[in-house]
């Protein structure tokens, strides 16, 4: 077990946010279900809560019972995707309220770190992922770029190399009612 993963359940449990190592970049992290802590990190990143912020999952399992329908199509996505890709579903579930975007809907990544997936085994719940800058300011390509203002602004650092990260954000898609997937970012 990674020995940061018990003091990081308690910052889960405490509304607290965190700094960690996901299959992207560097995020900031906090309970998805847990409003008062997503507040923090649109706080912190002094972002505009109307604007959604990703959240991990550890899987197909998990992922469902924090949104009302899993398209067909991200089925298939998720055996033939090779990177880190966020699917935007509508109608979101379980999930605090200012995380989810207005239209109901929010992006939901299965993260496969070693790291990440013992944290959901234990927590067993999903995870916000928003990466480590002031909003609109550049993403950190490691560590070492995170700025001071996020480095004090979190309520604690996890102590992992950078060796999973792949040092540019996720690819965000979107599927349509005819199952066509649309890329918002790549």
């Known amino acids: 077990m990674f020995s940061s993963i018990n003091p990081l ?17 560097w995020g900031i992290g906090c309970d998805a279900t847990n409003s008062v802590a997503v507040s923090k990190i649109y706080d912190l990143k002094k972002r505009d809560d109307s604007k959604a912020l990703i959240c991990l999952v550890k899987d197909v399992e998990m992922l469902s019972h924090y949104v009302e329908i899993i398209p067909d199509e991200a089925y298939e996505f998720f055996k033939d995707s ?22 109901g809907s929010i992006a939901i990544r299965i993260c496969k770190t070693e790291f990440c997936q013992e944290l959901f085994s234990v927590f067993k ?41 792949e040092t540019k954000p996720s690819r965000i898609i979107k599927f349509d009612g005819e199952g066509t997937a649309h890329i918002i970012r790549d």
């Open 125 to 165: 719940k999903p995870i916000v992922s928003t990466s480590a800058n002031i909003s609109g300011s550049p993403t950190p390509l490691g560590f070492k770029d995170i700025k001071d203002e996020i480095l004090k602004g979190v309520d604690y650092i996890v102590d992992l190399p950078d060796n999973n990260i």
């Open 82 to 103: 090779d990177r880190p890709t966020s699917i935007i579903y509508p109608n979101a579930k379980n999930l605090a309220p200012n995380l989810v975007a207005e239209d």
């Open 9 to 25: 359940l308690k910052i889960l449990k405490a509304n607290k946010i965190f700094l960690y190592p996901t299959d992207t970049v």
